[in-house]
Every structure is written in structure tokens, then in C-alpha cells.
């Protein structure tokens, strides 16, 4: 399997966390960094604090993880392109760079949230967001049940074992996805 920075990309309850525990608990080859667990770690809160100190850190392991042969995937809302390429960019040569945007229906992402009782969010999210860059190199993850989540993760991991990625025919709509 080549070696892997992926950065997961969408609104709170969108699923990332799933998706990169399961893919962690799945490939031996994987770690999975989160900057809220960076934020608690250093300052015991996941609220915003000294963001510039969070990230270094969060990059420093990284580059390490991705140096010692170990794929990445990067738990974070990342809603700019600054923040995404930020994580996406690394100074380790030689690992294939993948931007999977969440996707989950408005209605349904409000369920989860009320679930969660996390005010604000969606909000927050909103007005932060921006479309990704077109150079970026992007995985749209559908997840609005689990049979979506199980169709997209298929196609995620079978791009993930493939070494001709991301030319093959089949997933051309998955990572070029048509607007």
C-alpha cells in the first residue's frame, strides 16, 4: 500500500471520526492525528486556543508518522484551503496527498447535531467554508446512512490499495466529482 496523508474535511458530525478510527483499526499502517485531541491534550479544552502552537505540533507528528512509514489520516474540520493545504503539505517525500470532503445532507446533519447538543456548529462551519481548490487532490465521502458510508468506504479503500490512483476509471467521479 503506498504511504498516505489524508486530511478528512467536513462539518462537525459529519462522520470523520468514524471514518478514521475505522480506518486506523483497518490498515496497521495508519495513525490517526485530531486536533481537538491536540487542543485537550496541551490546554485540557477543544476550544480554540493558540491554534498556531496546535497545528506546528500536530504537523510535527505528521512528518514524523509519514518519515517512519506510517500513513496519516488527519481528523479535522478543516473548512479553509489555507488549513487544508497546511495539513495536506508535507515536507516527507514520497506520500500521496488525499482531501476526503464529508458530505452529509443539511436535514440529516441537523439530527446529528441536535443528538450531540452542539450549538453553533453548522453555523460556525458555514461561515468558514470554502469550496476546496481545484489542484487539491479530493475524495467526496458520502454519509448520509450507513449503507452511503459502507459504499464510500469501499471506494476509499480500494483506492487506497491501489498504486495506480487516482487514474483509474472508477474513480474519476469520486475524486474529480462533477459539480
Do not use: C
Not at 41 to 69: C, I, K, Q, W
Not at 130 to 143: A, C, D, G, I, V
Not at 149 to 154: D, K, N, V
Amino acid at each position: 500500500m503506498p504511504l498516505w496523508n489524508i486530511v478528512l474535511s467536513g462539518y462537525p458530525a459529519s462522520g470523520k471520526t468514524v471514518l478514521a478510527r475505522r480506518l486506523v483499526s483497518e490498515n496497521h499502517n495508519f495513525i490517526r492525528l485530531n486536533v481537538d485531541d491536540f487542543r485537550g491534550m496541551y490546554f485540557g479544552s477543544t476550544a480554540p486556543r493558540d491554534e498556531e502552537f496546535v497545528y506546528n505540533a500536530l504537523t510535527t507528528l505528521r512528518d514524523l508518522a509519514l518519515s517512519s512509514e506510517h500513513s496519516v489520516v488527519i481528523d479535522s474540520t478543516a473548512p479553509t484551503n489555507s488549513t487544508r493545504e497546511y495539513l495536506l503539505n508535507s515536507r516527507v517525500r514520497g506520500a500521496v496527498r488525499l482531501l476526503v470532503l464529508m458530505i452529509v445532507g443539511k436535514t440529516e446533519l441537523e439530527n446529528r447535531v441536535q443528538q450531540r447538543r452542539v450549538k453553533g456548529a453548522i453555523e460556525a462551519w458555514d461561515k468558514a467554508w470554502e469550496n476546496p481548490s481545484s489542484h487539491m487532490p479530493l475524495m467526496k465521502f458520502r454519509n448520509n446512512s450507513p449503507d452511503e458510508f459502507e459504499t464510500s468506504y469501499y471506494v476509499l479503500t480500494d483506492l487506497l490499495r491501489s498504486t495506480v490512483h487516482p487514474y483509474k476509471r472508477r474513480f474519476l467521479d469520486h475524486i474529480y466529482p462533477r459539480t
